[in-house]
């Protein structure tokens, strides 16, 4: 692993879903097994250069993608590599029993992409606003589950899902990221990413909630707090040595997700430290609610997802390492 943090923390001029189809592009040229599935979204998603560099191995099947899966399930079966796309609750939620059994249960080779997760739906609203997915999929035994936080982060993932055999997902912004990372930077499936140094608390955060997770680490060192920044990317296998490793030298931790607390990033590291090394924590996510239409700007404070919520929590999780409590 070799990681070049961003010197500015700025919009990257790269649309995530560019990234993505160059990706595939490259895996394409180099290996003939590649074939792209989507469910009517090929434009949406920025897949057109794929269809038109590849026609043989570009598949539109339309509005159905429960099918999709069966598909893929069906390519890989054949000794393809499929990479499946659709809006994140449909390629989860809609088809959840075709991707346990059909992909998972049946030991196959596939790939999931579920694009625009929680608040970045925005004007899609609250039927496409997925803040459940990564909690339904954690429950498919053996799947890798990934959560990319820009263009350099997503093409190296991508390109390293090509060999690995087994059912991926990954949660992939469409549009511009803040950029986090510069080029060249390399990454390992499993293993988080520390951003910042910090000895009174540990946030962990994935997808946007990283560069909020930042902003709100630079805010609580003018008041004194030293708040260390963990990028986890991999929400299963979640780092179990990082977490413990956080645990034990900072005595509190935060986690941040664009995700509902239920299942997700702040339940996969609550179980680590339930079973390894309880200490006080607190989570930023939605709460147990559904999503509703609106710019991501509205969203991100409608569902307390900002830098200044995260630094709420972590002014109460340190009040209460402080005083003992758990």
Do not use: W
């Amino acid at each position: 692993m070799r990681v070049i943090i961003a010197k500015e923390r700025v919009r990257e001029k790269t649309e995530m879903r560019s990234a993505y189809c160059s990706s595939l592009i490259r895996l394409a040229q180099k290996d003939d097994r590649v074939v792209v599935l989507d469910a009517d979204l090929m434009k949406s998603m920025g897949m057109v250069p794929f269809m038109e560099a590849f026609p043989d191995r570009a598949f539109d099947v339309g509005i159905q993608e429960a099918n999709m899966m069966g598909v893929a399930a069906g390519l890989s079966a054949a000794g393809m590599i499929p990479y499946a796309h659709s809006f994140a609750p449909f390629a989860t939620r809609r088809c959840f029993d075709q991707v346990f059994l059909s992909c998972g249960y049946a030991r196959l080779n596939v790939r999931i992409a579920g694009s625009d997760p929680g608040v970045t739906a925005a004007y899609n609203g609250g039927t496409h606003m997925p803040f459940e997915d990564m909690g339904i999929l954690r429950n498919v035994p053996d799947i890798t589950i990934l959560e990319p936080v820009d263009s350099v982060m997503l093409s190296n993932l991508v390109e390293q899902t090509l060999e690995p055999y087994g059912v991926f997902y990954i949660r992939l912004l469409r549009k511009n990221a803040v950029k986090i990372y510069e080029e060249g930077s390399k990454f390992q499936i499993g293993r988080a990413v520390q951003l910042r140094e910090g000895s009174d608390v540990t946030i962990f955060a994935t997808g946007i909630m990283v560069s909020e997770a930042l902003k709100a680490a630079e805010a609580l060192s003018a008041e004194g707090i030293s708040a260390r920044v963990v990028n986890i990317f991999t929400l299963k296998p979640i780092d179990r040595e990082m977490i413990e490793k956080c645990a034990e030298e900072t005595g509190a931790i935060v986690t941040a997700e664009n995700h509902s607390i239920i299942n997700g990033l702040g339940s996969a590291v609550a179980e680590v430290l339930a079973e390894t090394l309880p200490v006080p924590m607190e989570r930023v996510g939605v709460k147990d609610l559904f999503g509703e239409v609106g710019p991501v700007d509205y969203l991100m404070k409608r569902f307390e997802l900002t830098s200044e919520d995260i630094a709420a929590k972590v002014r109460r999780v340190v009040e209460r390492k402080s005083s003992g409590r758990d």
